[in-house]
């Protein structure tokens, strides 16, 4: 009997292992799909100087002014450095145009134009989902920059996704799909999802 019970807790051991290293194999894969997108992208995030609604609406100016007179110049880059480099080279720009926008609706906000690393939530279009992680943004500052912030992917250019149905447009597809590697591109089709699922590999 102490044989039998013996094999049975070793036996189960095993199973417990096996559970453990099958779990910890799949979290890093999808660990490192996440790491391998952030690394090849680069978001906008734009910080409204309060929560205030006159302050938010201002921040939806200022991104659309900046999107338009921006987003083509960044989408000609050839990868993420080069888009890094001429972002750096429009920082007085994007922080004239800015300001232009904020002047223009009776405003005297400072603007604070640079690029950081930013902690991004889930972003869900209607054919793709970008996961939450860590991501290089260009940062747009306005004012205290204490409000909600508003996002997306300025390379290879998703701000100009259809507001209405929130469609990737197939050019800006095309673009991902040559940045990404095979596994990273699918995975941006995979609906999001917390489920974890244990799989034992003895049985």
Known sequence: KHTIKRYAVLILLCYLVFV???????TTSAQEITEGISEKIIRLHVLANSDDEADQV??????????????????????????????????????????????EEGYDYDVHVYLADSMFPTKVYKDLTFPAGMYEALRIDIGAAEGKNWWCVMYPPLCFVDQTYSVVPDDSKIQLEKLLTTKEYESLYTEPSTKITFRFKLV
Not at 20 to 26: E, K, N
Not at 72 to 97: C, H, P, Q, T
């Open 58 to 103: 201002l921040k939806l100016k200022v991104k659309d002014e900046v999107v338009k007179r921006f987003g083509n110049v960044f989408a000609s880059a050839k990868d993420k450095v080069d888009a890094e480099e001429l972002i750096k080279e429009n920082f007085d720009n994007i922080r004239e145009v800015a300001l232009e926008v904020i002047e």
């Open 20 to 26: 453990v290293i099958d779990f910890s194999i799949h």
